[in-house]
Nanobody, 129 residues
Framework: QVQPVESGGGTVQAGGSLRLSCAAAGRTLSNYHLGWFRQAPGKEREFVASISQIRISTYYTDSVKGRFTISRDNAKNTANLQMSSLKPEDAAVYYC??????????????????????WGQGTQVTVSS
């Protein structure tokens, strides 16, 4: 099974940018659909963005459209979440999640945490105002 590992979190001022990365320990990410979720203190985990196995489809929550970009490089076995124009409300722990691509892609279902089988430990993003 794949074990996603996130990196790239940190502290940034409002309006700044960060790039989060997701790598795999043990398996290749190219066999999986991927999603990014986030969870702020006292709040439920929420969907941020997702990308299908072969990059044909991406899907974003409305609050990050135009600011965040999800991408993947299957040759390098990584996926990225480029975050720009960060706002204090973007501060959270960000998680990378994976689901086997053998099950097919569904943009709508990719926004549900229950759709994913494998989760990373998360990386903290702090946005100062």
């Amino acid at each position: 099974q794949v074990q996603p590992v996130e990196s790239g979190g940190g502290t940034v001022q409002a309006g700044g940018s960060l790039r989060l990365s997701c790598a795999a320990a043990g398996r290749t990410l190219s066999n999986y659909h991927l999603g990014w979720f986030r969870q702020a203190p006292g709040k439920e985990r929420e969907f941020v963005a997702s990308i299908s196995q072969i990059r044909i489809s991406t899907y974003y929550t409305d609050s990050v459209k135009g600011r965040f970009t999800i991408s993947r490089d299957n040759a390098k076995n990584t996926a990225n979440l480029q975050m720009s124009s960060l706002k204090p409300e973007d501060a959270a722990v960000y998680y990378c999640a994976a689901r086997s691509a053998s099950t097919g892609w569904s943009a709508s279902r990719s926004s549900s945490a229950d759709w994913y089988d494998y989760w990373g430990q998360g990386t903290q993003v702090t946005v100062s105002s």
